[in-house]
C-alpha cells in the first residue's frame, strides 16, 4: 500500500532533499532562496506556524534554534495563531512548514503575518508553485515526492532534514555556530540516508512488537527534550492509521495525570536514545513497569540499559 512505499522511500526522499544543499563541511545558506544571506543575518526570533505533522517537525526544530543557533523560537498551531493577538519580536522570521503548501489555516497564518510587521517570511514544503511558496519571501522545497498515503511519513522526516539545515544556516550567519560543529552536523546530515535504511530493516522486528498493540485501545507515548514532539508525532500516527486513542506526553509530566490512566490495557512507548535525558527516561520507563504497563522502548542501538531495567 502506498503509506508503506513512501516509508521505504524515506531514504531517497532525504537524499532528494540533501543534493547540492550540503558543502563537504558547510550548509549552502543560498538553499533558502536569494537573499537568505542577509536576511539569516539579521534574525533574532523564529516563529514557526505550521499544522499536524508539520507543527511536530517545527517542535522539534525549536529546541535546535536555540541550542544550536542560539536565536530563540517560538512554534503554535496555525489556526491558533491566526485568530489571537501576537506580539512580533523584532527582526522577526516566519517559518511556515506545509507538505502541500495549500494548508487554509498555514496560508490564513502567512498573510496574517505579513500585515503584522514580521521581517521576512520562509517557507518549507514540498509542493513548487503552491500558494505558501508563492506569497513568502523566501522557499525551501523538501523535494520528498508525491505523498499519497494517508499519514506524513517523508514529508515529516524531510521537513526535519530541511529545518536542521536551516538551523545550521542562521547560527552559521549569526556567528554562534563555530565551523567544527557545523562539520559535524553536515557529516550526521550525510549519513542519515544510510541511517534510515537500517532502521527499515528492524520491519520484521516492528512488525512483532505491533502485535502488542493489536488488542488494545489506549497508548501513551512519552519523550523528553526533542523526543518529546516525537512522541506526539508517534501518537498522531496511531490515532491516524490505527484508530487506536493514543497521546503524546513530555515524560516528566507523566505523574501529573497519566500515571493514573497506566495499567496492562495500556502500552507504552518510551523514546529514549541515550542523550542527556536518559537517566531520566529510565526513572519513567520504571514507574510506567510498576503500573503494570507494557513498555516499547526505542532506545541507541547497542545500549542494553533498558532491558537491565527492573
Same mark, same amino acid.
Given at each position: ?10 531514504? /531517497? #526522499?532525504? *537524499?532528494?532533499? %540533501?543534493? +547540492?544543499? $550540503?558543502?563537504?563541511?558547510?550548509? &549552502?545558506?543560498?538553499?533558502? !532562496? ?119 511519513? /517523508? #514529508?515529516? *522526516?524531510?521537513? %526535519?532534514? +530541511?529545518? $536542521?539545515?536551516?538551523?545550521?544556516? &542562521?547560527?552559521?550567519?549569526? !556567528? ?120 516499547? #522502548?526505542? *532506545? ?5 540499559? $533498558?532491558?537491565?531495567?527492573?
Amino acid at each position: 500500500h502506498y503509506m508503506l512505499k513512501e516509508i521505504y522511500e524515506q531514504p /531517497k #526522499a532525504i *537524499t532528494n532533499t %540533501l543534493e +547540492g544543499r $550540503l558543502g563537504t563541511d558547510h550548509v &549552502v545558506v543560498e538553499s533558502f !532562496g536569494n537573499g537568505a544571506r542577509a536576511i539569516f543575518d539579521q534574525v533574532e526570533h523564529v516563529q514557526i506556524v505550521a499544522c499536524g505533522t508539520s507543527y511536530n517537525s517545527g517542535m522539534v526544530a525549536r529546541y535546535w534554534f536555540e541550542e544550536i543557533a542560539g536565536v530563540s523560537c517560538d512554534v503554535e498551531i496555525a489556526s491558533e495563531f491566526r485568530y489571537r493577538k501576537s506580539v512580533v519580536r523584532p527582526n522577526s522570521l516566519l517559518v511556515t512548514l506545509s507538505q502541500s503548501g495549500e494548508t487554509a489555516d498555514t496560508l490564513a497564518a502567512l498573510r496574517l503575518a505579513k500585515e503584522s510587521g514580521y521581517m521576512s517570511s520562509l517557507a518549507i514544503c514540498n509542493v513548487p508553485g503552491s500558494s505558501l511558496v508563492r506569497e513568502s519571501d523566501l522557499a525551501f522545497m523538501t523535494r520528498a515526492g508525491a505523498e499519497i498515503g494517508v499519514a506524513s511519513t /517523508k #514529508a515529516f *522526516t524531510t521537513q %526535519l532534514a +530541511g529545518l $536542521l539545515m536551516l538551523v545550521a544556516s &542562521v547560527g552559521h550567519c549569526r !556567528g554562534h555556530l563555530s565551523a567544527a560543529a557545523e562539520a559535524e552536523l553536515v557529516k550526521a546530515l550525510q549519513a542519515l540516508p544510510l541511517r534510515i535504511k537500517e532502521s527499515l530493516a528492524l520491519a520484521k522486528d516492528i512488525e512483532a512488537l505491533a502485535e502488542e498493540f493489536a488488542d488494545k485501545h489506549h497508548s501513551l507515548f512519552l519523550g523528553r527534550g526533542s523526543q518529546y514532539p516525537i512522541a506526539m508525532e508517534g501518537a498522531l500516527k496511531l490515532k491516524e492509521i490505527s484508530y487506536i486513542h493514543a497521546e503524546g506526553y513530555p515524560a516528566g509530566e507523566m505523574k501529573h495525570g497519566p500515571i493514573a490512566l497506566i495499567d496492562e490495557r495500556m502500552p507504552v512507548v518510551a523514546i529514549a536514545p541515550h542523550d542527556h535525558v536518559f537517566e531520566k527516561m529510565q526513572g519513567n520507563i520504571q514507574e510506567a513497569k510498576a503500573r503494570g504497563g507494557a513498555v516499547i #522502548a526505542i *532506545t541507541t542501538a547497542g545500549d542494553d540499559t $533498558l532491558w537491565r531495567l527492573p
